[in-house]
């Protein structure tokens, strides 16, 4: 099993900046990969960012340029630095552990909320 505990979400409003950490607990194996799902309700859950313990990252068409994802492999932990916030980012964020094969983990979410 692996724990995942969320933090920093919030109200902004839109052009403001929130950033969220994720610290992973447990059987934690590597290579893995961390990142952060976002879902609205009546939609499905949608990719934001994700890096592999590698480092390497991907991002949502819809963050670019204006989201970047960072983690620190000795803590396991990954953050999420949001920027220049929209109303449409307003979601419930997710942070996800997976081995890339057969194991994945989700956090219980943060709320993170722009006004407009």
């Known amino acids: 099993q692996v724990q995942l505990v969320e933090s920093g979400g919030g109200l902004v409003q839109a052009g403001g900046s929130l950033r969220l950490s994720c610290v992973a607990s447990g059987s934690i194996s590597r290579p893995d990969v961390m990142g952060w799902f976002r879902r609205v309700p009546g939609k499905v859950r949608e990719l934001v960012a994700k890096m592999t313990s590698g480092g390497v990252a991907n991002y949502a068409d819809s963050v670019k340029g204006r989201f970047t994802i960072t983690r620190d492999n000795a803590k396991n932990t990954v953050h999420l630095q949001m920027n220049n916030l929209k109303p449409e980012d307003t979601a419930t964020y997710y942070c996800?552990?997976?081995?890339?094969?057969?194991?994945?983990?989700w956090g219980q979410g943060t709320q993170v909320t722009v006004s407009s």
């Open positions: 996800n552990w997976s081995d890339g094969f057969t194991r994945a983990y």
